[in-house]
């Protein structure tokens, strides 16, 4: 008896692992629970067992019904919850789909790391309006009404006093007009040109600004300031250079150069064969531009500088192209995150 209970007990064990509906349960439990099942059967053959033995079987043919009750209600149960999920769509056992979060904009990331790099210098963040007028945008910065220095910059007017300003300059005037020296920010923001849009001009770009004026302020200030900002945002190993150049709002005013880092100042194609890039403009405050907001020129002195973010993010990420950032293509924004 004892190795029927057994044998059984295998049998049992084997024909669960075989549940996979609920049909085969419904076969599992008429073969083995039902009255007329196996466990019933040998219940049944109880009855011809030796007395001595009679207890001790009776006890472990309860305990194989209840085992068997067991497996039989576990295996349903697992089979529910399988056809649950089933019903849902749902397969739990296949990998995650990763949703995408998003990422800064190429233009908004280099605003954002190039003030960080100011900010930790010293300077401020500082605001102007995107709408002008003539006199923040051009008189106060020194372009004098019939001055040919306007024609550097094509300007988008929208009335004989207003205009979408051309450069992030005239926030300087606003700022130097509002607060008393020292002062020291820099103000990024949309800029606007009327310019035909090519691959190396758009209708609308972004610059950043700044400025710094003070008591005893020099141009070595203004290098080592400068000379700061490219190492710290381009590689600490590169070469710099200054070359003279003209703004009606600074003298003396000078273009800074970096060497090309792209093709290690040997010269390529970004470069234009010369080994250098040229990564801003800047120079000492002209005291024209101190008259028009009260600021002694005896007594203060200041350095501006103005950078192109498009043309730094292009250069930084070797584009050749300034519509590639504002067409929001996302095969190309996706690989600057
Ligand atoms: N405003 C100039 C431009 O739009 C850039 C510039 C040059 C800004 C020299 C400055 C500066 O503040 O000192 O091209």
């Not at 130097?176 to 800029?191: C, D, H, L, N, S």
Request: proline share 4%; hydrophobic share 40%; glycine share 6%.
């Amino acid at each position: 008896m004892k190795e029927r209970i057994d044998a059984l007990l295998a049998e049992i064990r084997n024909a669960a692992e075989q549940l996979k509906d609920e049909d085969t349960a419904e076969q599992f439990r008429i073969a083995y629970l039902s009255r007329k099942g196996g466990i019933a059967q040998l219940f049944e053959d109880l009855k011809g067992v030796p007395k001595e033995v009679k207890p001790e079987m009776g006890k472990a043919l309860n305990i194989l019904r209840q085992q068997t009750q067991a497996i039989l209600d576990t295996a349903v149960e697992n089979l529910r919850q399988s056809q649950k999920s089933s019903v849902a769509g749902l397969d739990v056992t296949l990998p995650g789909r990763a949703v995408s979060r998003g990422h800064k904009h190429i233009v908004s990331a280099t605003i954002e790391e190039i003030s960080d790099i100011f900010r930790r210098m010293g300077f401020s963040i500082a605001d102007g309006p995107e709408i002008e007028t003539d006199y923040y945008n051009f008189e106060a910065l020194n372009f004098a009404a019939d001055h040919p220095a306007r024609d550097m910059q094509d300007t988008f007017f929208l009335s004989d006093s207003h205009l979408l300003r051309t450069h992030t300059t005239p926030v300087q005037v606003r700022l130097m007009e509002q607060y008393k020296p020292p002062i020291r920010a820099i103000f990024p923001g949309k800029v606007y040109r009327n310019e035909v849009i090519s691959a190396r001009s758009h209708v609308q770009f972004h610059q950043v600004d700044g400025l710094f004026v003070d008591k005893g302020v020099t141009f070595a200030d203004l290098k080592g300031t400068l000379i700061t900002f490219a190492k710290m945002y381009y590689g600490s190993s590169l070469k710099y250079r200054f070359r003279p150049s003209y703004f009606p709002f600074t003298e003396p005013s000078a273009e800074m150069d970096i060497s090309c880092y792209l093709c290690g100042a040997k010269g390529c194609r970004v470069c234009k064969y010369t080994g250098w890039l040229e990564i801003l403009g800047c120079g000492m405050v002209d005291p024209n531009v101190f008259s028009f907001v009260d600021v002694d020129p005896e007594e203060y002195s200041g350095y501006a500088f103005g950078i192109g973010i498009e043309r730094t993010a292009m250069l930084r990420h070797g584009l050749d192209d300034i519509r590639l950032l504002f067409e929001n293509d996302m095969r190309v924004n996706h690989q600057f995150n």
